[in-house]
């Protein structure tokens, strides 16, 4: 069974950090590619990176090149989110998903998603 945990959300002022993480089990790395969504309050799910099957390859929506990176640990099992200079826009709910096929900045339908994360950014 495909799960997907994520963790590491708060509250945070604008201009810090967080660090998300997503607990992979039940499919290998290699045969779904994995994304990072949020939703943030009134507004529909956005597709915010993406991460190939072989790990080689990541995709960022335009609204957060340059501040997010993700990255994932095989031997942990565990997708990361590194959000730097977070802005009050960045509120939402964060969501780790597989798919085989992942797109960025839409709300493309992952097969699986974890539960979801909050993060809230304070000006």
């Known amino acids: 069974e495909v799960q997907l945990v994520e963790s590491g959300g708060g509250l945070v002022q604008a201009g810090g950090s967080l660090r998300l993480s997503c607990a992979a089990s039940?499919?290998?790395?290699?045969?779904?590619?994995i994304g990072w969504f949020r939703q943030a309050p009134g507004k529909g799910r956005e597709g915010v990176s993406c991460?190939?099957?072989?790990?080689?390859?990541?995709q960022y929506t335009e609204s957060v090149k340059g501040r997010f990176t993700m990255s994932r640990d095989s031997a942990k099992n565990m997708v990361y989110l590194q959000i730097d200079s977070l802005k009050p826009e960045d509120t939402a709910v964060y969501y780790c998903a597989a798919d085989p096929i992942c797109i960025v900045g839409g709300d493309y339908d992952m097969a699986y998603w974890g539960k979801g994360t909050l993060v809230t950014v304070s000006s």
């Open positions: 039940g499919f290998t790395f290699g045969d779904y590619a």
């Open positions: 991460l190939s099957r072989s790990g080689k390859t990541t």
